[in-house]
T-cell receptor, first 113, second 115 residues
Framework: DQQVKQNSPSLSVQEGRISILNCDYT??????FLWYKKYPAEGPTFLIS?????DKNEDGRFTVFLNKSAKHLSLHIVPSQPGDSAVYFC????????????FGTGTRLQVTL | EAGVVQSPRYKIIEKKQPVAFWCNPI?????LYWYRQNLGQGPELLIR????????DSQLPKDRFSAERLKGVDSTLKIQPAELGDSAVYLC?????????????FGEGSRLTVL
């Protein structure tokens, strides 16, 4: 049972445009959500997070939106840069902390010139 | 500041052989995690340590997997005997505490191939 779903395995975006990565979840107990970025042969690195008490969190070019009623979150990257090309994982937790994360399967983002 | 260090980076073994992975977390991080990432999947938590205590090992296949963190610093994850389905990347992560919303810091992972 995949509790965190990233239905788009890959996404290609032109440099300078907006990248939108989507994530859906089924467990209504999830109350804390994170995005991780992973380059090949490296471990995932934390990107941005959002608590369920918020519907938006912004950090520079990265914004995460949370729609609790739809059990959906999205990561917006504006403007997209070639260095953003990586696999992006959505993760969720029931504990309000990062102590036990359930990850999605990832979306590979390719930012083209 | 050094990040999370894992070794070996790559390991190829035949099924039924034992294998061990080592992790040294970021200095001062009390919480250590072992995740397993199968091909095309996201990481899945195997075990979480608070200092030297395993506080969540519900996802660890205890018949063949074992882990230890004797002095509350570095940790070893062992598989004995390995099966074909154990082929995956084993990721170690650490954080200062598991009770805050702080990020996890992951190592580069140990890629296991079981033949």
């Amino acid at each position: 049972d995949q509790q965190v779903k990233q239905n788009s395995p890959s996404l290609s975006v032109q440099e300078g445009r907006i990248s939108i990565l989507n994530c859906d979840y089924t467990n209504s107990m999830f109350d804390y959500f994170l995005w991780y970025k992973k380059y090949p042969a490296e471990g995932p690195t934390f990107l941005i997070s959002i608590s369920s008490i918020k519907d938006k969190n912004e950090d520079g070019r990265f914004t995460v939106f949370l729609n609790k009623s739809a059990k959906h979150l999205s990561l917006h990257i504006v403007p997209s840069q070639p260095g953003d090309s990586a696999v992006y994982f959505c993760a969720a937790s029931e504990t309000g902390t990062a102590s036990k994360l359930t990850f999605g399967t990832g979306t590979r983002l390719q930012v083209t010139l | 500041e050094a990040g999370v260090v894992q070794s070996p980076r790559y390991k190829i073994i035949e099924k039924k052989q034992p294998v061990a992975f080592w992790c040294n977390p970021i200095s001062g991080h009390n919480t250590l995690y072992w995740y397993r990432q199968n091909l095309g999947q996201g990481p899945e938590l195997l075990i979480r340590y608070e200092n030297e205590e395993a506080v969540d090992d519900s996802q660890l296949p205890k018949d063949r997997f074992s882990a230890e963190r004797l002095k509350g610093v570095d940790s070893t994850l062992k598989i004995q005997p390995a099966e074909l389905g154990d082929s995956a990347v084993y990721l170690c992560a650490s954080s200062f505490s598991s009770t805050n919303t702080g990020e996890l810091f992951f190592g580069e992972g140990s890629r296991l191939t079981v033949l």
